[in-house]
């Protein structure tokens, strides 16, 4: 079993930050691509920065010069720093992870979400 548990969200104003964090566990063989997306109401989820296992990063132009996603390998961790948040970027946040477990195929798992609101 796989589990990715997100931490980090939460209320802020507008131009503050939030770090979010999202831990991989359990029968883990290999981690390749992490990333994030989020989900605001009545809007489809989209991606918000995804990172290789290399470290090569890609962003969502609404976000670029804002956020930045690292990961670190050792833990199995991937994080999101968010600054200069906007109203606009209030959403659900979704971890997603490329994960090769043991004796098994790599496939996609998804943390549970955590609320980022942002007040005006």
């Known amino acids: 079993q796989v589990q990715l548990v997100e931490s980090g969200g939460g209320l802020v104003q507008a131009g503050g930050s939030l770090r979010l964090s999202c831990a991989a566990s359990?029968?883990?063989?290999?981690?390749?691509?992490m990333g994030w997306y989020r989900q605001a109401p009545g809007k489809q989820r989209e991606l918000v920065a995804a990172?290789?296992?290399?470290?090569?990063?890609n962003y969502a132009y609404s976000v670029k010069g804002r956020f930045t996603i690292s990961r670190d390998n050792a833990k199995n961790t991937v994080y999101l720093q968010m600054n200069s948040l906007k109203p606009e970027d209030t959403a659900v946040y979704y971890c997603?992870?490329?994960?090769?477990?043991?004796?098994?195929?790599?496939?996609?798992?998804w943390g549970q979400g955590t609320q980022v609101t942002v007040s005006s």
């Open positions: 990172i290789t296992s290399g470290g090569s990063a």
């Open positions: 359990g029968s883990i063989f290999s981690i390749n691509a």
């Open positions: 997603n992870a490329a994960i090769e477990g043991w004796g098994t195929v790599s496939r996609d798992y």
